[in-house]
């Protein structure tokens, strides 16, 4: 159980293009995700935390207004990175905390494979 | 400010040795700290907690909160616990909502 999907797993584009990277809880309800970026050889940054049904809150020196995030349901949580650069390229990860019966969220973090973004 | 500091990039230990990969934090409360393992072409995934007090194969790992320390530690190292090692704490930001901060890593590296 406590599977998280990210689609797709790797996109090239084109600068100037805008990404949309989808991230799924698929046998669990998460009332938060959390979207991190990896450069190489590097510790993952968290770039921002959404809960489900309202506004994502973003780490300082993360663009929101380039990295749009939704969180539409307790399943999907969807990142955009609008007008691509090249120093966008990246490895996006996201992961997902359920929610539990009493309410009370999880403490543990459950992680996509990853989206690995080249842009052009 | 959380921080999570791990010392060591790499670390390379025979078969049988024992292991001990090192984190240290800065947390002005009372933190939540984990170990997640990354092997080779596969996700992140959780390891352990402090929370949880438990062994998982054969890794254990205590809160020294005087020494700020959450060091993972394994008696006799198994090639099959070669992997990327990535501590991390949680804990409540000075805006009031939890965040989760990882270490940069440990890569170790158990040599037959």
């Known amino acids: 159980g406590a599977v998280v999907s990210q689609h797709p797993s790797r996109v090239i584009c084109k600068s100037g293009t805008s990404v949309k990277i989808e991230c799924r809880s698929l046998?669990?309800?998460?009332?938060?995700m959390f979207w991190y970026r990896q450069f190489p050889k590097q510790s993952l940054m968290l770039m921002a935390t959404?809960?489900?049904?309202?506004?994502?809150?973003?780490e300082q020196g993360v663009e929101k207004d380039k990295f749009l995030i939704n969180h539409a349901s307790l399943t999907l949580s969807t990142l955009t990175v609008t007008s691509a650069h090249p120093e966008d390229s990246s490895f996006y990860i996201c992961?997902?905390?359920?929610?539990?019966?009493?309410?009370?969220?999880?403490?543990?973090?459950?992680f996509g494979p990853g989206t690995r973004l080249t842009v052009l | 400010a959380q921080r999570v500091t791990q010392p060591e990039k790499l670390l390379s230990v025979f078969k049988g040795a024992p292991v001990e990969l090192k984190c240290n934090y800065s947390?002005?409360?009372?933190?939540?700290l984990f170990w997640y393992v990354q092997y080779s072409r596969q996700r992140l995934q959780l390891l352990l907690r402090?929370?949880s007090r438990e062994s998982i194969k054969g890794f254990t790992a205590d809160l020294n909160k005087g020494e700020t320390s959450f060091h993972l530690k394994k008696p006799f190292a198994q090639e099959e616990d070669s992997a990327m090692y990535y501590c991390?704490?949680?804990?409540?930001?000075?805006?009031?909502?939890?965040?989760?901060?990882f270490g940069t890593g440990t890569k170790l590296q158990v040599i037959p």
């Open positions: 992961s997902a905390r359920p929610g539990t019966s009493g309410g009370r969220a999880s403490d543990t973090q459950y």
């Open positions: 046998d669990f309800q998460a009332t938060t």
């Open positions: 959404s809960n489900e049904g309202s506004k994502a809150t973003y």
């Open positions: 947390y002005s409360g009372s933190p939540e």
């Open positions: 402090h929370i």
């Open positions: 991390a704490l949680s804990g409540i930001n000075s805006g009031g909502y939890q965040k989760v901060t």
